[in-house]
């Protein structure tokens, strides 16, 4: 029966040598189909070292492969054929030693039909002749592999444990055949490195979209520009803050956030970023475009092209003008507290001189001491600003009812009818409460000693109206002793309540009457609400 050839040739099955002929051209057709259809490294590889095993009759092949290092390159052994990897395991890599200098320099071939006999056999340091449970090899055959650059990618090496195993066409197939496999192993590298540079990208895409996806979900404004100030980036955080689409701002000016008194600012940031300084917590003030200003932080830092140029700048604006006016209320509030205070004194220290003068015993500067502080202290309380459940702070001040319904707290009954208020309500400003509380209760002291309130069955009644921008307060006593001009005129009281009176614009009139006094002031309305 006749063979045919991977060429399409007939072949005589009558010769041994026809026969040997076909065996090692199917070997050389399966190592090029290999070769020109893989790319699989590791595949080539194998094949290539299986087929030259075959090819030279070799009863061992392996294919080392070369890995550079700093005390020189040494050799790993990458595929085997005829024998277990356990046979090469328990040594260490083969290293470039006199006999296979050649080879693995890329040099040349190394063939020996008997290596025991070569001068150059077991002179390596620290091993003398053969290392014990070597693989028996006398013959060898050594081939480099060597790209298409130059460089040697490792070598075939085949071996026989009997000598003059390999001829020079043996030597001429593995030559052909290290050939073929260094283009091979070219063409794998390449798809490696493509496969390697196309992850990369995919990773770089990834880690762009994520960056991206982060930029444009930020409540910042992240913008970038160039160095003479156009806009060429704009994220969702901008138009937030800004005002501006994107389209209406990339490949505007810069200018167009910045108000015309700070524009030297940016040219003196562009000088630091080009020198590629980073400029972190700049605090300023920027225009939203519907021309309001905001107060804002910013972040620059410079931006470089692929060879390290500052090519622009990058900006993060952060929003901080609510954090700006809680500072400025802050700062508002303590400065009051702080005046208030001092007022405090002031007033606490005229008080004690005033009933210091007035009084003629200890107890009694003592007893009239206690009583105007104890008003000084609610009316003081009443010019807090009060807080709402999230910490913000209401306008201080207290209305004209919310302070009498104060004072006249102590004086009241159980069915709280002794102390009637009527009329119209009215705000009080913060800075009129104290005065007010101490003049009302300069006339709640007296109706409480001399008046409605110092008998069991008197009555108050205070009315309130607000006419021609002027708050008009009516004191009615009812039910007390007979009323009649005090006679201790000039005391600490009418002092205090001239004092009191000149301080807001007060008008006090006094109707004495035989069913009580009655008092009628006129304030200023507006100047009660300041």
Known sequence: MDETSPTGMELQPESVASRLDVRLLRTLYAITKAISSDLDLDRIVQVVTDGATELTGAKYG??????????????????????????????????????????????????????????????????????????????????????????????????????????????????????????????ARLL??????????????????????????????????TLAGTITSWNRGAQHIFGYRSEEAIGKPITILIPEDRLEEEKTILARVGQGEHVLHFETVRLRKDGA???????????????????????????????????????????????????????????????????????????SLKERLTALARAHEMTLPPMQSDGTLLEAGTTIFTLLNALV?????????????????????????????????????????????STPNGQLQVDCQVEDEELRLEWVEIGGPPAHAAE???????????????GMNAIIERDWRASGLIIRMTLPARQLQE
Do not use: W
């Open 488 to 502: 201790n005129v000039g005391g600490f009281g009418s002092r205090l309540e001239e004092t009191l009176k000149r």
């Open 62 to 187: 392996a294919f080392f492969y070369n890995i550079p290092g700093v005390e020189g390159p040494h050799f790993s052994l990458y595929t085997l054929s005829g024998a277990p990897r356990s046979a090469f395991e328990r040594f260490g890599l083969p290293r470039k030693t006199a006999v296979f200098a050649p080879t693995f320099d890329g040099v040349g071939v190394v063939r020996s039909d008997d290596i025991r006999q070569d001068p150059r056999y077991a002179r390596n340091e620290p091993l003398q002749g053969m290392p014990p449970g070597h693989l028996p090899v006398v013959s060898y055959l050594a081939v480099p592999v060597i790209s298409r650059t130059g460089e040697v990618h490792g070598g075939l090496l085949f071996g026989h444990d009997l000598p003059g195993m390999f001829s020079d066409e043996h030597e001429e197939l593995v030559q052909a055949v290290a050939s073929h496999a260094a283009i091979a192993i070219d063409n």
């Open 293 to 367: 200003s905001i107060d804002i932080s910013l972040a620059i830092s410079p931006i470089r092209g692929n060879d390290g140029t500052i090519i622009g700048a990058s900006k993060v604006a952060r929003d901080i003008t609510e954090r700006k006016r809680a500072a400025e209320r802050q700062g508002l509030l303590l400065r009051e507290m702080n005046h208030r205070i001092k007022n405090l004194f002031a007033l606490t220290g005229g008080l004690v001189s005033l009933a210091a003068r007035s009084a003629e015993t200890p107890t009694d500067l003592a007893r």
């Open 192 to 225: 490696r490195a493509s496969q390697a540079e196309a992850e990369l990208r995919r990773k770089s895409h990834e880690s762009a979209a994520l960056l991206a996806a982060i930029v444009e979900s930020s409540e910042d404004a992240i913008i970038s520009k």
């Open 409 to 453: 707290a102590p004086y009241q009954n159980s069915n709280r009818d002794r102390v009637c208020l009527a009329g119209t309500d009215m705000r009080i400003g913060a800075g009129k409460v104290t005065n007010l509380a101490l003049l009302l209760h300069e006339f709640m002291t007296n109706a409480a000693k001399y008046g409605c309130l």
